[in-house]
């Protein structure tokens, strides 16, 4: 990789004057990830301007940017910004906690673990969406039937990674907690959970991507407000630019609370280390 970037950004006499080896490989995994989504960008603005994509299947990036700045002019953007934040939130945070505390539990106990776990993973079975007509019933179609299915989504993988994670707990360290004669709530405080930590965050990683899906396609189906109802009005109305607007902001929005994920467990696993 690194002798690849050396031809391509600097030339081969003066390479090793300029970058070192450890530099370009930095770059080179640092752009990589971002070929493809600027190879996509390119192809769009070429297809929009030499005409090789209808404006009326694909509109102008130009377009699209610019129904991205009246939505944040006038407003309308912070709305169904504001309301699609508070129902991940919620959902979201819920679902987290009562993940991490149902799969603790179930991890604590094998024969909690037995009576519980077969029936949690046939409910699971069931997407989350095949609960929307039920829970339509039993919550109507406000804000509770949106809090419950962004949580359900959230749950699931939060209790398997925290449930795995507390069964994966090395031997040595509860042998360590054995001789110092640590009790039941020192082992899960000290020994346990911090060791689970890496992959509980991993589960809650992917219990975000869930929930924030979970939650497009809710307002998608049952909202007046919010980043999925923006997206289906443009589509009633048959303002692709406008589809397009809220895909951008729906989709940078899960990427940064992605990387804000990453970054936090990234720290949780420094501070157990130090």
């Known amino acids: ?17 300029l970058l070192s080896n450890d530099a370009l490989r930095i770059i080179g995994w640092t752009a990589l990830p971002w070929a493809l989504p600027f190879a996509c960008a390119l192809l769009w603005v070429l297809g929009s301007s030499y005409g090789w994509i209808s404006a009326q299947v694909l509109p102008a990036p130009a377009l699209v940017f610019d129904t991205l700045g009246a ?17 991940a939130a919620v959902g979201f945070g819920g679902g987290v906690l009562l993940g991490v505390l149902l799969g603790g539990l ?9 009576y519980v776990l077969p029936s949690f993973n046939a409910i699971v079975q069931v997407p989350v969406l095949g609960w929307l007509p039920f829970l339509m019933i039993v919550a109507g179609i ?26 994966g707990t090395p031997r040595a360290l509860q042998e360590v907690a054995s001789v110092y004669r640590y009790t039941r709530w020192q082992v899960i405080s000290r020994v346990t959970l911090p060791a689970a930590i890496p992959v509980i ?53 899960g990427y940064a609370a992605d990387r804000l994920l990453n970054a936090f467990e990234r720290k949780l696993q420094r501070g157990r280390a130090n």
């Open 142 to 167: 406000g804000e509770p039937l949106k809090y419950l299915l962004i949580g359900h989504a959230a749950l699931v993988p939060v209790t398997l990674s925290t449930l795995q994670g507390f069964r």
């Open 71 to 87: 939505l944040v002019k006038n407003g309308e953007l912070w709305m169904h910004l504001s309301a699609s934040m508070t129902r």
């Open 201 to 253: 965050g991993t589960g809650v990683r992917l219990a975000f991507t869930k929930a924030w899906l979970t939650l497009v396609v809710v307002e998608l189906v049952a909202s007046s407000e919010g980043l999925g109802y923006l997206i289906v009005y443009g589509r009633q109305l048959f303002q692709l630019d406008l589809v397009l607007a809220s895909v951008l902001i729906v989709g940078a929005i």
């Open 1 to 17: 990789m690194a002798n690849v970037l050396t031809r391509v950004f600097v030339p081969a006499s003066r390479s090793q004057g």
């Open 106 to 114: 179930l991890g604590l106990s094998r024969t909690l673990e037995a």
